[in-house]
């Protein structure tokens, strides 16, 4: 049986305990939802290569996101560690 997520505070422990990344919750400038993802899993220690690179990330968050707020999400990668060079992936979650 899978026990689902109740809110953001289980989904950051869950990624620190499954090594995806140490991850950090706010707002963006917009008032909207931003997920910070630190020592990404899929990108951290890469050289910068132009583009953003954490599918994977995004759509775990959109996934999480949408089973705790149960509405529809879209989650843009605005920063990306090994993908730009920032300090951590960042993903706005905007709703539907």
Known sequence: MTKSLKD??????L???LKIGVIKTGENDKGQL?????EC???SGMKPVGRTLCSFEG?????V???IFKYKVNVREVTCIGGLGHESCGFDVIQK
């Not at 953001?8 to 422990?13: D, G, W, Y």
């Not at 931003?34 to 630190?38: E, K, P, S, T």
């Not at 759509?59 to 996934?63: E, K, R």
């Open 34 to 38: 931003h997920i910070d993802v630190y």
């Open 59 to 63: 759509g775990l968050i959109a996934g």
């Open 65 to 67: 996101a949408e089973g």
């Open 15 to 17: 990624c620190e305990q």
């Open 8 to 13: 953001l505070s289980q989904f950051v422990e």
């Open 41 to 43: 899993v899929t990108c």
